[in-house]
């Protein structure tokens, strides 16, 4: 979405019928009437509204919390899904820095490399107005289940171990402008079964 994934909040949010109370975490569902009932609280309270359906949308250890009044099968299964760590590094780079044409979405790594970077997306070459005139967006990820230790790299490792990997790959002659680091520590779910 040109606008992010905000865009799709908002424009399920302004469907009609639909009513969006942001700024709060859901503490309680259960069933009521021909619905459900879902409390919530925010900087005004707790607060309980109706609804029809729910979609749960969040991490399996939140969704297990909610469903385990209703049934403790289910919040079991849920609790059960384990999730690997992931760092997601961003790095602008001046477009004259990078040989490499930038042609494409970017790539992935196979496990026989043995890097901790799981793939690289050049995200101004897909989405337009990612990234100043004259300057490219790389997104990096590394970690996952392969290297989860990697997340817990400091930001300079996790920089140099990037620009190591990625210098030869894409011809990168200087160093990035922008660094952005994000670390997530229930990044990706590993289903089993």
Partial sequence: FAGGM?????????????????????????????????????????????ARQVVLSVPAPAAAELVAPLGGALA?????????????????IERTAIAHPLDGAGFLVPRREGL???GNLWMSSLFGGRAPDGHALLTSYLGGARHPHAVDWSDER????L????????????????????RHRQALP????
């Fill in 76 to 92: 079991q299964l849920l609790r059960g899904i384990a999730y690997a760590p992931l760092a997601v590094v961003h790095f602008g």
């Fill in 6 to 50: 905000a865009t799709l909040v908002r424009g399920l949010a302004s469907a009609a019928g639909t009513g969006l109370r942001a700024a709060r975490r859901v503490t309680g569902l259960e069933p009521h009437a021909a619905g459900w009932r879902v409390t919530g609280a925010g900087d005004d309270g707790e607060r309980c509204v109706a």
């Fill in 116 to 118: 901790a970077l799981n």
């Fill in 190 to 193: 590993r289903y089993h079964g």
């Fill in 158 to 161: 996790t920089i140099s171990a």
């Fill in 163 to 182: 620009l190591g990997a990625l210098g030869p790959l894409l011809g990168i002659r200087s160093m990035p402008s922008m660094a952005r680091i994000h």
